[in-house]
């Protein structure tokens, strides 16, 4: 979910109390609200920077393990292989400092187990924070002549122009359901079609529809996307366009637009693929660089090499992206390569309107020249009333007697038409071939602009002037939370997961002292119990201790664990005469973490 989903969940004083946290002091002189500190970067930055240990320590492993989850709490605390010199105790003080600070949530479903998540919106802006890379690009980007760039495919079409070329066969077909509530199958086939996606595509990216979704998984992509942009409904055994979302969505810049797509696919689709998605967002557009770079500094970091490692995975994921018309792919004799088309640090943006567009150019034939900075508005309505012939960087559409009588039947007329062609291109006159053309084309169809409204409502007229800019607002993806109670934050103390400790002697814990060895066990014991490490002295140095393990033998008695040391850990075997005093750690209240 998204932190506006979140925040609609949380209450007034909840959000007041998450900006008490210690680790928002710098976003609180700032007078930032919750909603804006969690997606704030220096903000961000600040809070990571106040961290305690153990908290960044679990933050690190949720992010490089779960991405923005959610998952289960066992899972959770079994992740032990990226927190080795983390107690379970700690471990839980960390979770717990997250969640009074709003950045993690405890959910449940009834009186099952808890699950864990974090605003999935904020994954890139944290990530960025808690993983820093230093990527150089590929030295071949200076050596124009010095190299061989071997193409493996070229980047499709942006998701955006696919998106709208699949509504435009949609609006084309009609918006009419069958009687079990779906899309005839001629429909379904046509918006197949028009996107340059294919089922395989997403099936290698480890993309899943909905359960007994009955359409194929590009179809399914496309509904689902268009839902939760808001520019679909569904009312009265149809569906139905939200014009006003619409309009403003075709207002947006083509930027603006494919970065809202990629934060929707990053949530949606590469979930297998989180933490390369993560680095490779960060990369500079336009720029060539060198998978295996990418792949050393994914190990660099510690993050999950399985990721990037399963080739199948990884091919199939960066074929999606190419597909998505996002990156670029090309190989030397010596490395792949690998650069992006579009601005991925447009995710971080404020969105923004457009107020202008290039203007399209027309040709006495009929042939329409589109620009790349063409207003969607104009792409929308050409869908209609022409015919594309190519959609590169510069596309080429055509006026026919065909379009022209298909337009007349959704309701235009030559008139309209010949007002849309003026605006569109920027009041340009149109030649006397093509009025004469235009004209006697509107003759022969004369008779289909008398044609039903259902029709017309199913391809509206999008304004071509400039509007004022509005926010377009994505639907979370994660459905999943929606039957699950948000805990109450409040109730979370490290002091509850640590039984009987009000019985505890205070010098166990306020004191390093030395003890006798029956004392000694004792306390190794309690500490074993809460998962909780212990101060351990050793001549003039003081280290932590994880026990892991007690065994006792002929009247003695040994215990394994984890002894810590100036940031490196190392499993040990110690006798009670090995160490001169001790104290038991509670994580958060004893000064030791």
């Known amino acids: 979910m998204f932190v506006k989903d979140w925040s609609e969940k949380l209450t007034n004083h909840a959000k ?59 899972r959770l605390f079994s992740s032990g292989a990226l927190r080795t010199d983390l107690s379970g105790a700690e471990f839980r003080y960390g979770l717990i400092q997250l969640q009074n600070a709003g950045i993690l949530f405890a959910l449940r479903k009834g009186w099952g187990e808890r699950l864990y998540a974090l605003p999935s919106d904020c994954f890139i802006i944290w990530h960025q924070v808690l993983f820093p890379i230093n990527v150089e690009p590929s030295a071949i980007n200076s050596g124009y002549g010095h190299w061989e ?68 998984l590009v179809v399914s992509f496309v509904l689902k996307l268009s839902f939760q942009l808001g520019v679909l409904t569904r009312a009265d055994g149809r569906l139905k366009w939200e014009e006003d979302t619409l309009t403003a969505w ?14 929707w696919c990053l949530d949606e689709l590469l979930a297998n693929a989180r933490n390369p998605a993560a680095l490779l967002v960060r990369l500079a557009p336009g720029v060539w660089y060198s998978e295996l770079e990418l792949e050393r500094q994914l190990n ?35 490395e792949k390569l690998l650069r992006w088309t579009i601005r991925p640090q447009d995710l971080l943006e404020k969105q923004r309107g457009e107020n202008s567009f290039e203007p399209i150019l ?32 510069i596309s080429i559409w055509q006026l026919t007697r065909q379009s022209i009588g298909r337009a007349l039947e959704y309701g235009r007329t ?88 009000d019985r505890v002697p205070l ?20 500490a074993l119990s809460w998962q909780t490490p212990v101060q351990l002295s050793f001549d003039e140095s003081v280290v932590a201790f994880v026990p892991a393990k007690l065994e006792r033998l002929d009247g003695s008695w040994t215990v394994t664990g984890i002894l810590r040391e100036d940031h490196t850990h190392r499993e040990v075997c110690l006798t009670p005469e090995m160490w001169q005093g001790m104290k038991l750690v509670v994580p958060g209240a004893s000064g030791f973490v």
């Open 300 to 334: 660099r970091l510690g993050l999950e090499a399985s990721e990037w490692g399963a080739q199948s995975n990884w091919v199939g994921w960066l074929n999606l992206l190419r597909t998505l018309g996002w990156i670029e792919l090309a190989h030397t004799e010596s």
């Open 16 to 74: 007041q109390q998450f900006m008490h946290s210690p680790f928002w002091i710098d976003a609180a002189s700032h007078k930032l609200s919750w909603e804006e500190a969690v997606m704030d970067k220096p903000s961000v930055k600040a809070a990571v920077d106040r961290m305690d240990k153990a908290s960044v320590a679990v933050l690190r492993v949720f992010y490089s393990c779960f991405g923005a989850g959610p998952v289960h709490e066992e």
């Open 362 to 393: 027309l040709e006495p034939n009929g042939d329409i020249i589109v620009l790349p900075g063409c207003h969607y508005s104009i792409r929308w309505e050409l869908e209609l009333i022409a015919e594309r012939k190519s959609d590169d960087h």
């Open 250 to 263: 075709m207002n947006q810049s083509e930027a603006l637009r494919e970065a809202h797509l990629l934060r």
């Open 149 to 216: 760039q071997k193409q493996e495919e070229s980047p499709n079409m942006l998701l955006g122009r696919q998106l709208l070329a699949a509504w435009a066969e949609l609006a084309r077909s009609g918006l009419g359901l069958t009687t079990k509530g779906t899309l005839p199958k001629k429909t379904v086939a046509k918006i197949a079609q028009a996107i340059c996606l294919t089922d395989s595509d997403l099936m290698q990216a480890g993309w899943q529809a909905e359960f007994e979704d009955p359409y194929s």
């Open 414 to 501: 030559i008139s309209s038409i010949m007002t849309f062609l003026h605006m569109a291109s920027a009041h340009a006159p149109l030649s006397p071939l093509l009025e004469s053309s235009l004209a006697d084309w509107g003759k022969q169809g004369a008779g289909q602009e008398t044609l039903k409204v259902e029709r017309f409502r199913s391809y509206p007229q999008m304004p071509l002037t400039a509007q004022s800019a509005r926010e377009i607002v994505l639907k979370s993806p994660l459905q999943t939370l929606e039957n699950y109670e948000l805990m109450n934050h409040e109730d979370f103390t490290i002091e509850r997961f640590l039984p009987e400790l």
């Open 507 to 526: 010098s166990w814990i306020q004191q390093l002292r030395s003890y006798h060895h029956s004392t000694r066990l004792e306390i190794l014991e309690k």
